[in-house]
């Protein structure tokens, strides 16, 4: 039973560029959620999805960035238009189901803006 | 977002120490509670969940106390391979708020 899969691993882009992030959930799993680490901060929530739903997306930055968990294939997070800022460590996690849970991390992507 | 505060450090503890962080929680009505570990650009990892009896597995202990909502976390006998950075972590219930992180509290072990 595989992991949480992120990728990629590492991603670099261009100021203005776009990023695409990816995250397969553990097998079974229905609740999504992506995280964002700072160099040297702690973890921030972004967003948490169910399929095809966003439950809560308070975390997300009201512009550039978006997130998705179709019905079939792995969550997206978008970010639109890099800036050097976005640069972090993204984690995204999954869960069984939302509520008293342990969530299963990824591996992360760490995007590089330059 | 409701917050979880703890004290970032770094201890700076010799091998074969006890070792105890803490870490506190704003919102009340939180349910769930849990210590993970961070390595050095890894991704967190389950160190244990926090019952409201406490719990016990091998060198770690966890506690909570609820009415001064803090949880608490202890090391025994600390192995040099205990050094990383430990996640103070809070789950508020209802499905809807997913995991709150503490910054971590970053634990060094020295032979």
């Known amino acids: 039973n595989a992991g949480v899969m992120q990728n990629p691993r590492h991603l670099v882009r261009r100021r203005g560029q776009e990023a695409r992030l990816r995250c397969s959930p553990m097998?079974?799993?229905?609740?999504v959620y992506w995280y964002r680490q700072l160099p040297e901060e702690g973890l921030k929530f972004m967003v948490y999805?169910?399929?095809?739903?966003?439950?809560?997306e308070s975390g997300m930055p009201k512009e550039r960035f978006s997130a998705e968990f179709p019905k079939e294939g792995p969550s997206i997070l978008r970010i639109q238009q890099v800036v050097r800022g976005d640069s972090a460590a993204y984690f995204c996690?999954?869960?069984?189901?939302?509520?008293?849970?342990?969530?299963?991390f990824g591996q992360g992507t760490r995007l590089t803006v330059v | 977002r409701k917050e979880v505060e703890q004290d970032p450090g770094p201890f700076n503890v010799p091998e074969g120490a006890t070792v105890a962080f803490n870490c506190t929680y704003s919102?009340?009505?939180?349910?769930?509670f849990f210590w993970y570990r961070q390595d050095c650009r890894k991704e967190p990892k389950l160190l244990m969940s926090?019952?409201?009896s406490g719990n016990e597995d091998g060198r770690f202990t966890a506690q909570l106390n609820r009415a001064s909502q803090y949880i608490s976390l202890l090391i025994r006998d600390s192995k040099l391979s205990d050094s990383a950075t430990y996640l103070c972590?809070?789950?508020?219930?209802?499905?809807?708020?997913?995991?709150?992180f503490g910054k971590g509290t970053h634990l060094i072990i020295q032979p």
């Open positions: 996690a999954s869960s069984p189901t939302g509520g008293d849970f342990q969530a299963f």
């Open positions: 097998k079974g799993h229905s609740h």
């Open positions: 999805l169910q399929k095809e739903n966003i439950i809560d």
């Open positions: 919102n009340s009505a939180s349910q769930s």
């Open positions: 926090v019952y409201s």
């Open positions: 972590v809070v789950n508020a219930g209802g499905g809807a708020d997913g995991l709150t």
